[in-house]
């Protein structure tokens, strides 16, 4: 059997599972996708047990992502551009090489909706792991200036999110990469208003699905995307490096991501 995870803490909230799972059962491959809760100071630890035991990669989550970049023997290049990492692989040498394909995962979910950022400024909100591929992201769609603002200012050389009024009023988009507004965590308190009426509003957290920041983004009438797509793009490549099968991302996926997020 083919064994691989999700690692991260907490990790309940975690769909990861239920995609591979459907690959999985899609392709008719031996496998599992296990979700792993690790706490922060036995990352390093379990990631060393777990190659032993001859898994053959794991999905990285909150809040490992940076420490996961510190543990590979190689990367990819929007791993080095990031600084984070959210993809182990197991070489057979023991040797680990590290993945960003939030980068990807987040440019095909932005595309997909038909999000057009070349030349024209945008607002990211966060300072982690995810907020650095998200950046990346942002640069590889041609984005105009990028304003960054957290809850921390100085972090990854963010603003404080004192800055929103002014940041917003120019914004043709705002994305979420923190983990406010996920399912059991506060949501960011901004008010919307502040955005163009032509402004996208991006939520990177999946659960639940329609987050406060979205929902309020809706109610103004705003376009919103979602964090599935990025989810499901994200995980292609992963899958291919752990099951050695290239999957496609469909309508059948996201009506199975949307059922176990209904019944979570």
């Known amino acids: 059997m083919k064994l691989a995870g999700v690692i991260g803490w907490p990790v309940a909230q975690s ?9 999985l059962k899609e392709h008719g491959i031996d496998g599992l996708f296990a979700a792993l809760a690790v706490r922060p100071e036995d990352f390093t630890r379990t990631v060393g047990g777990l190659g032993l035991a001859g898994f053959r990669g794991l999905s ?10 510190a543990l590979c023997a190689r990367r990819d290049g929007f791993a080095e551009r990031a600084g984070a990492v959210n993809q182990l692989v197991f070489r057979e040498d023991g ?5 960003n394909t939030d980068v990807v995962g987040l440019v095909a979910s932005l595309r997909e909706a038909g999000v057009d950022v070349t030349g024209r400024p945008a607002v990211l909100l966060g300072a982690g792991g995810a907020a ?23 972090r990854a050389g963010a603003q404080s999110l004192d800055y929103w009024a002014g940041a917003a009023r120019d914004a043709a988009l705002v994305v979420n990469a923190t983990s406010a507004g996920m399912k059991g965590a506060p949501s960011l308190t901004l008010d919307l208003a502040a955005l163009p009426k032509h402004a996208v509003v ?9 987050t406060p920041l979205l929902k309020q983004a809706r109610a103004l ?12 793009h994200q995980a292609v490549p992963a899958f291919d490096a752990f099951f050695g099968v290239r999957p496609q991302v469909t309508r059948a ?11 979570g």
């Open 60 to 69: 990285v989550t909150v809040p490992h992502k940076e420490a996961a970049f």
């Open 202 to 210: 991006c939520d990177i957290v999946y659960n639940p699905l329609e």
């Open 95 to 99: 040797s680990i090489e590290g993945l």
């Open 132 to 154: 650095r591929a998200a950046r990346v992201a942002l640069e590889e769609m041609g984005a105009g200036e990028v304003c960054q603002l957290n809850r921390t200012e100085g």
């Open 221 to 232: 009438g705003l376009a919103t995307v979602d964090g599935l797509g990025m989810l499901m």
């Open 15 to 23: 769909l990861s599972p239920s995609l591979h799972g459907h690959w």
């Open 253 to 263: 996926l996201r009506h199975v991501l949307e059922e176990a997020l209904a019944h």
